[in-house]
Structure formats: structure tokens, C-alpha cells
């Protein structure tokens, strides 16, 4: 089980903040493809080039391998401040 | 004195007289640099009537704490107190306060501007302005700015 | 909305949150940089037990002018207040507030920054400390440390 | 008439914070040279190097030219702030 979260626009544009994976083993970058293999209309926003990924609520990048238990979020770039 | 680092997110407002007295009574402590941003009135003619916050409950708080055990490894600092709002705010209200003392003013201003620097490009919080137009009423995000990612770039220049 | 500036030297205690409260209210500002010098705790074992300050009245204000000016030549900023206490004073006391406000992070920091190198440098006050030892009280000038005029240089350097 | 003013240390060790020179002309550096003159015991403080001077409250080179009703000061580096 790995819990994979979206945040602000790309929340909006999935229309969900919240999906679960059930048996999934790789790296964040191959559950990204994973996910978009799933749901084709995603694909163009998920791999959009300033698209950040999160592996247990760090940055990470597509090699971080993910394990059961894990959360995962994509977001857009922060404006916050 | 045990360093002592106050990390808030909160969606009620901000209190800045409050927050500097927090970060007084360290004795040996002799500067104190802030920082406070706020909402910006919109640019003229534009149609936007509010912003509102949104975070990553969890992460946010993480990041917070990395970028300032990273400013402490840079700086020798006292307290450090980091606050931010989230959710619906108005024109002037406070978004973030960001506050260090050090025995060192450098060390002080440095420090408030580089955990400054790093919470504008890494602490997952976003921005969403209200618009209303003869339309109706929407939402836009607001985009990240290329110049933030480059200010941050002169701290690994160092 | 045209520029303010606020100079004042006092013999009573500086109120941080009136000053930060002063300095709000400019929509299009969204950045406020703060810096607040506090008299600090004199060094263990040391037999120093409090602090004056001393000015040259006029030449204060006018060299407080003079840097604000040159400030606003440098950086695009909203509001500026600059606050100096002078007379005697105990530990903890606030000694000098300095306050800018932009709509730029950067130049409020930058600005508030350069305002207190000069202000180190170049305006008229000087610290005496009272000094209790057993041959009974006296008083000694605190000597302009070197680092102050370095940090100085490095505004003419840019 | 010329005032000359004299602060922090620089005030306690000649004794005095303010004089007034009567007759006076020529050049900042020349009036320090007077002032040496008339007071001998002056001459080691009002020479040292890290003395500033100040012409009408504003900081001043020795070459300044001093005028009648000027306002002139000398004094250590400052430590405020």
C-alpha cells in the first residue's frame, strides 16, 4: 500500500488529493508511469517538467525507491512566503 | 542557552509583537533580524479580490525545521521562530514572520534571509488568488517566480 | 504613495510593535525587513553593570537623513523608520530599531542591512559602560570595532 | 567666530565639550593646528589618527575651508547601534 497525495493546481486538474496504490514496487519515477498508465487524461500534467515529487514528506527524485507504507505527494512549484 | 526554534502553522492571524517578544531574553544575544510579508494590494485594474492558502500539513512542518538546523550549521544563531498563515486571507494581513537572533547581526540578517530564500522555493506552500469578473467568481493559481529559484542559487555559491 | 520617513532619537525605552505597526499600511509593500540591536550581556566574570549611549544632537539626524537617502537611491523602498535610544540603559533594552519596507524581499533586506552598516559607521553615537569593581565606579568608552568598517566596504565594492 | 565641539572620550580627556575660537580663518587641518598650539596638553588626542572631524554636522577632510559661524567637531569613531 503506498498513499499518493496531489496538492494545489495539480489537485484541481486531477480532481483528486488523494489515491492509494495496492501492490506497487519501483522507484518514484516508475510509479509515476505506473500512474499514468492508469489514468491517460493525468499523463500530461503529471509529467509536466516543474512537477516536484515527495517521498515521505522529503523532495525526492524519480530514482528514491518506494516501499510499502509509503506516502507519496506531486506538486507543483511552492509560492508560499 | 539551549537554542530554542519556534515553528507555527496557523490560519488565524499573525502576531508580530508577540512573535519578537518570544524571541527576546537571550541575553547574550545583542541582534535581532525579521522579516514579515504580507498580502500585496493586487496590480491596478486587476480583478483579484483575496488569496487564499494552501500546505502540505506534515511536510511543511519538516521542511521548516530542515532549513533551519541548515541555517544553524551556517550561522551561530539564538532563537529562530518561523510562522506562517494558510487558508483565506485580505489585502495587508501577515503571511509569514520570520525571526533570528544572534550575538552577530550579519549572522542575524543573513540567516532571516537565507531561511527567507529557502522557504519561497521549498516548503510546500501555494498560493490561490480569488478573481471576480463580470463572469462570475474563480480561482487562479499563483505561479512560482524564476527569480526566487535564483536567489537561492547564491547560498550554494558561498 | 509617497515616501516616509521616520528619525527619531529618544531617551526611553523604543516599542518594537509601535514601530513595526507604523511602518504598515503601504498596500503595495509586501516585504517589511526589521533589524532590533538590544544591549547585550556583557561578558561572564566582566565587572561592567550598564550601558550609555551619547550623541551629537543635529548631526544625528542629518547623518540619519543622509543614509536614508542614499537608501532610497539604491533600492526601490516603501516605508523607512530608523529609531535610536541614547542616554542610560540596561541589559535587554532595545537600543536602535531600524524598519524598510518594499515590494521586494530583497531590497528591504538589502536596505535594512546597509542602513545599520552605515549607522555603525558613520552616525554620531557613542557607548560608554559604567563599570563596578571593588576600588569602587567608574566609566570606559567602547572602542569601534574593526569588522564594522569591513562590512562597510563591501556597499562601495557593489 | 568659530564653534568647535568635542565628544565621547575625546570630551572627557581634554576636559571640554565646547569652545569658541574668535578669529579665525583657513582650513580644518589649520584650525586642529591652532587648537595644538594654544593647548600643548590637547596635542597627543586631537592628533591621533582615528580622530574624525565634522564641518556644520556634516563628516569633513582636512582640507575643508572653515568660515565664520561655522560649526566644527571632532570626535572618536562612533559606536551606536
Known amino acids: 500500500m503506498v498513499k499518493v497525495l496531489f496538492f494545489a493546481r495539480l489537485r484541481q486538474q486531477l480532481g483528486t488529493g488523494e489515491i492509494t496504490l495496492g501492490d506497487f514496487s519501483g522507484s518514484l519515477g516508475d510509479l509515476r508511469t505506473i500512474l499514468c498508465e492508469q489514468h491517460p487524461d493525468w499523463s500530461a500534467q503529471l509529467q509536466r517538467d516543474d512537477i516536484r515529487m515527495a517521498l515521505n514528506q522529503e523532495l525526492a527524485e524519480p530514482e528514491a525507491m518506494v516501499n510499502s507504507g509509503d506516502e507519496v505527494a506531486f506538486f507543483p512549484p511552492v509560492t508560499g512566503g | ?158
Open chain 2, 1 to 158: 542557552m539551549k537554542a530554542v526554534d519556534r515553528i507555527e502553522v496557523r490560519e488565524t492571524p499573525l502576531d508580530v509583537a508577540a512573535e519578537y517578544s518570544a524571541l527576546q531574553g537571550n541575553s547574550g544575544d545583542g541582534a535581532c533580524a525579521l522579516f514579515v510579508g504580507t498580502v500585496r494590494d493586487f496590480s491596478a485594474g486587476s480583478d483579484v479580490c483575496g488569496l487564499a492558502l494552501e500546505h502540505y500539513p506534515g511536510m511543511t512542518e519538516k521542511s521548516l525545521q530542515r532549513i533551519i538546523s541548515d541555517a544553524r550549521s551556517r550561522w551561530s544563531l539564538g532563537r529562530i521562530a518561523i510562522v506562517h498563515r494558510v487558508g483565506p486571507m485580505q489585502i495587508n494581513d501577515e503571511i509569514v514572520f520570520v525571526g533570528v537572533t544572534s550575538p552577530h547581526r550579519q549572522a542575524a540578517f543573513a540567516a532571516c534571509q537565507y531561511l527567507m530564500d529557502r522557504l519561497k522555493t521549498e516548503v510546500p506552500f501555494w498560493k490561490r488568488e480569488a478573481v471576480s469578473d463580470p463572469s462570475g467568481k474563480s480561482e487562479r493559481w499563483v505561479e512560482a517566480r524564476e527569480s526566487d529559484a535564483v536567489e537561492m542559487e547564491k547560498w550554494s555559491a558561498g
